[in-house]
């Protein structure tokens, strides 16, 4: 057993470094064709610069530099260090003003003067002490997320910077916007994944859920534009900044309630583990089944979010069961069956005024609902509950048969599947199952 706990933990770090391994080429990847766009992006702008009047040119990159590093020194955290900014919308007003390598320029120029904070000192920071690591790879990202949309508008001819006219800017705007927060955060939150901090599908679940705030915040950058390329344009630009102000504040409303319902859903499972040892680490493995169920049934992305969470505070109730019950080695009287039985009612009762979807709550309070409809708490048959919460009656069984518990150790895996697939259409959803055995093949 020692010598097999051994080849186990070599292979665990094997794997790990593979996993650093191909994280950092990743960066140093993304790195190098960031300067060297900068680099070509530079070159191209100061040849246009110097070209002639370049005097009156000068207030006006002063400006869009001063505007750029604001904006960058006002960062969103949201996962693990990453962060977001309304520099995108200043931008976006550079684009469609001067074009791709003037944004460059002012982006680069713009790191001279960005401060940024810091979440665990609560202090501001010039850009540049992070690391240049990180400083190349993260200019690396706006580089690329700049020129992709700009080199595929130019290729297929649908519009040229300076058009400000409407509608034509219109289309222009929405492409390039859409395009560059795209790139941009899959370029940023590729990194987490390939280091195994993230699911893919939690990535596009997050950026979904910022795409209607940006959205919305586009025609700042719009009108942005039409006050760089006014004269005398300092104030009409100071005056922008309220807005730009206004959408950073939208992002950060939606990322906060993002964290802080995060937050509490931690908070609920540690209080629940702490109750009852039993549990410990059970909620996180049920969520984990449920994410490779859903992944093999084709599951839409925006629903793995909501299937997760519910995963997550499915046995929440047990906290209003009495210790003697949830740990009582021996059979339970009736009554303790009973008061089991209301595990998933008390669950749906704290978690009422959380502001979670009736989807979420669905499966806190059905997760132990038969496809016979002889469950309980309401006897429900199988197709008038969500397949969220279909595949978690499945994935909640697997691991309690997998899992030790007062009153039995823990099944092998094989007879744990047997048991699935002897209870598929009485107990459980048979194509659930079905994917569930597909995904534990997958992984074995």
């Known amino acids: 057993p020692r010598s097999l706990q051994a080849c186990f933990a070599a292979a665990q770090k094997s794997e790990g470094t593979k996993v650093k391994i191909r994280a950092k080429a990743y960066v140093g990847i993304i790195s190098a064709l960031g300067v060297i766009g900068t680099l070509w992006c530079v070159a191209a702008y100061l040849r246009l610069f110097f070209a002639g009047g370049w005097e009156e040119r000068l207030p006006t990159l002063l400006v869009m530099v001063v505007v750029c590093a604001v904006c960058r020194s006002l960062p969103l955290y949201f996962r693990r260090g990453q962060t977001l900014d309304v520099s995108v919308i200043s931008v976006l007003a550079i684009y469609l003003t001067q074009g791709a390598s003037a944004a460059v320029m002012v982006y ?45 508008l130019t290729a297929a001819d649908w519009w040229q910077p300076g058009t400000l006219s ?32 993230v699911h893919a599908r939690e990535v596009g679940g997050m950026l979904l859920g910022l795409l209607p705030n940006v959205i919305a915040a586009m025609p700042v950058g719009y009108i942005l534009a039409i006050g760089y390329s006014t004269p005398n344009n300092l104030w009409f630009v100071v005056l922008m900044m309220l807005p730009l102000l206004l959408a950073r504040y939208a992002w950060k409303l939606y ?32 969520a984990d089944y449920c994410v490779e169920i859903a992944q093999q049934m084709q599951f839409p992305p925006g629903k793995l979010r909501l299937l997760r969470q519910g995963a997550l505070l499915h046995d929440i109730g047990k906290i209003g069961v009495a210790d003697t019950i949830l740990n009582k080695p021996g059979k339970l009287t009736n009554e303790e069956f009973e008061a089991i039985h209301q595990h998933p009612l008390i669950g ?9 979807s009736p989807e979420v709550l669905e499966m806190v309070r059905s997760h132990h609902e038969r496809y016979d409809g002889k469950g309980y708490p309401d006897g429900v048959r199988s197709s008038e509950l969500s397949l969220m919460t279909r595949i978690l009656c499945v994935a909640d069984a697997y691991d309690a048969m997998t899992s030790d518990r007062p009153y039995r150790q823990l099944l092998p895996h094989e007879e744990a599947i047997r048991r699935l697939q002897e209870g598929a259409g009485t107990q459980f959803d048979p194509a659930v199952v079905e994917a569930m055995v597909k995904a534990e093949h997958a992984k074995n």
Do not use: C
């Not at 002490?129 to 400083?135: K, L, N, T």
């Not at 800017?169 to 390939?194: E, M, Y």
């Not at 908070?267 to 493995?285: N, P, V």
């Open 255 to 286: 990322l906060d309630s993002q964290n802080a319902q995060s937050r509490l859903i931690t908070a609920f499972i540690h209080s629940l583990e702490a109750k009852d040892r039993y549990t410990q680490g059970h909620s996180a493995r049920v």
């Open 166 to 197: 409407l509608p034509n800017a219109l289309g222009a705007t929405a492409l390039f916007s859409l395009l560059t927060f795209a790139v941009n955060g899959l370029l940023q939150l590729a990194r987490p994944w390939l280091d195994g901090q």
């Open 108 to 152: 680069t120029l713009s790191s001279l003067f960005t401060f940024e904070f810091n979440p665990h000192t609560k202090k501001y920071v010039h850009s540049f002490s992070i690391g240049m690591e990180i400083v190349l790879f993260n200019n690396a990202t706006i580089v690329l997320s700049i020129l992709a949309p700009a080199a595929l």
């Open 348 to 356: 749906v009762t704290i978690l009422s005024d959380v502001g979670l």
